[in-house]
Nanobody, 115 residues
Framework: QVQLVESGGGSVQPGGSLGLSCAAS????????MGWYRQAPGKERELVAV???????NYADSVKARFSISRDNALNTVYLRMNSLKPEDTAVYYC?????????WGKGTQVTVSL
């Protein structure tokens, strides 16, 4: 089992920046893919960015060049740096980890972008 605990998030004005982090704990040797998804009110959960154990990354088109994902394998932690935030980035952001082909999710953290 993998437990994920997110931190960061909050409220920011358009154009601002925020950082998220997610630490994984539990009985595992190594996690393959870690990443971030988000869900806005009335919308389905969508991929934001993922990173594999070899640091390969994939981003949603809507966040490319604004968001940056990274991970520290020794700490089993994944980070998301969000720059140039827009109101449409407002959502609950969920940490995700894939281990032995199973998906694990954090409880989510709110990100609100507004004046």
């Amino acid at each position: 089992q993998v437990q994920l605990v997110e931190s960061g998030g909050g409220s920011v004005q358009p154009g601002g920046s925020l950082g998220l982090s997610c630490a994984a704990s539990g009985n595992f040797f190594s996690i393959n893919t870690m990443g971030w998804y988000r869900q806005a009110p009335g919308k389905e959960r969508e991929l934001v960015a993922v990173i594999d154990s070899g640091a390969g990354t994939n981003y949603a088109d809507s966040v490319k060049a604004r968001f940056s994902i990274s991970r520290d394998n020794a700490l089993n932690t994944v980070y998301l740096r969000m720059n140039s935030l827009k109101p449409e980035d407002t959502a609950v952001y969920y940490c995700n980890a894939v281990f032995q082909r199973l998906n694990f999710w954090g409880k989510g953290t709110q990100v609100t972008v507004s004046l």
